[in-house]
Every structure is written in structure tokens, then in C-alpha cells.
């Protein structure tokens, strides 16, 4: 079992930057694969960012040039660096995270307004 503990999330003005953060515990040594997902009412929940932990990263369209993922596989933890923040950035942003047995874990969603 993983536990996944988000933070960061909060109101920000366009323009602004916000970090998230997304701490796992448990079984964390079978971590493969670390995700942002964000979500909006009456939406399907989107990849944001992923990062592999051999290293490759890949990232949604919308936020390319914007958003930055980087993990620390020493204390369990992915981080979302969020600049330029547009206003329909604003979501639940959800970690999700995926261990090499398949087995998949979502943190409670934290949320990110940028509004003015």
C-alpha cells in the first residue's frame, strides 16, 4: 500500500506560480510512475504531468513551457512548479502514482484557483 500526502495548492493570481507537492508512503519502493491529474466540475480528470522514474517526463499541451515535474526518489516525493498561471488552470489537482506490480494510488486532490 502507498499513502500519497498533496499540498500546495491555494488561491493565485494570473501570472502567479504555486508548488505542489506530493509526499508517498508505504510501499514506496515499488513506485514506478508519479502523475498530476487536475480535474473541474463536470470534466474528465486530465494528465497534467508525469514523471518515470527512470527519468523521462512528459506533459499535457496546455501547460508545456508552464509547468515543471520533478521528483525526489529519496524522500518519496513529486513536486509540480506552476508559473504563468492562467486562469483555467483552476482545478482539484489529483497525484497519482503507479507501482511496477500495476497496483495504482490517488492522493485526496488539493486545490488551485487563479483568479484575480
Known amino acids: 500500500q502507498v499513502q500519497l500526502e498533496e499540498s500546495g495548492g491555494g488561491l493565485v493570481q494570473p501570472g502567479g506560480s504555486l508548488r505542489l507537492s506530493c509526499a508517498a508512503s508505504g510501499s514506496t519502493f515499488m513506485i514506478n510512475t508519479m502523475t498530476w491529474y487536475r480535474q473541474t466540475p463536470g470534466k474528465q480528470r486530465e494528465l497534467v504531468a508525469s514523471?518515470?522514474?527512470?527519468?523521462?517526463?512528459n506533459y499535457a499541451d496546455s501547460v508545456k513551457g508552464r509547468f515543471t515535474i520533478s521528483r525526489d526518489n529519496a524522500k518519496n516525493t513529486v513536486y509540480l512548479q506552476m508559473n504563468s498561471l492562467k486562469p483555467e488552470d483552476t482545478a482539484v489537482y489529483y497525484c497519482y502514482v503507479l507501482n511496477i506490480y500495476g497496483s495504482d494510488y490517488w492522493g485526496q486532490g488539493t486545490q488551485v484557483t487563479v483568479s484575480s
Open positions: 514523471s518515470r522514474r527512470g527519468g523521462s517526463t
